[in-house]
């Protein structure tokens, strides 16, 4: 029945005018921040029957949704990530962390759609026509070692788009994402590609967003003057 339930709160959440109070200045778009969908939904699962919880561990962070009249379960994992934001201490980082944590849980439980921050840029200037070039080849990386380290900008074979860092410090990983997205958006030969390198890639600009959000603005900078020139 936790399913039939869960589908049922799905719907009726469709029903509900939810706005977005999250403002991202530097791309100048907005999202949903926690407070603009949790109380509608505890309401609603009040109503029909259903009780969310979340938990942490070490390496995963979990929404458990129960039919609280026959106690059948869905359990909705997320891995854990990192963050570093300026001047916090340890125990406020890891708060941002959580709270990242709930808001992405409960939007994957009841499919709260968001459009890519990428997609929310506006054009800024009138597309310009640039000759077509010859399709570049995508760099594939040679063999692993085992007990070798990943190199900085390290491309997936069956996954051309995909960035891989290997860095312990922040100023570091931070400045090879930047590096790695200028290089992978040369490869670029159309807007649809750039929107798929974004979409891939997500995890890492989601973290860079909470831990640096002046490198986040200057990524999404990159990938904006990227899709001018389509």
Known sequence: MVHKKLMAARVRLLHTKLQK??????????????????????????????????SYDANYATLAITDTDDGTVIVIASPMAGAELKGAHPIQNLGAVETYQ????????????????IDSSAKTEEPKVIPKEEPKAIPKAEPKK???????????????????????????????????TKLKLTYAESEDQVREMYKVNRQHYDHVKAASPEVHAEIMDMFKEAKGKF
């Open 21 to 54: 109070t999250g403002l991202n200045k530097f791309a100048g778009y907005k999202y949903f921040e926690l407070g603009d969908f949790l109380p509608e939904i505890q309401i609603i699962f009040h109503d029909i029957g259903l009780c969310g919880v979340v």
């Open 146 to 180: 085992k007990g070798d380290k990943l190199p900085p900008q390290w491309v997936e074979p069956n996954e051309p788009w995909t960035i891989v860092i290997d860095a312990e410090d922040h100023d570091q990983w931070n400045q090879l994402l930047i590096d790695a």
């Open 102 to 117: 709930r808001r992405y849980l409960w939007m994957t439980a009841l499919e709260i759609v968001e459009h890519d921050a």
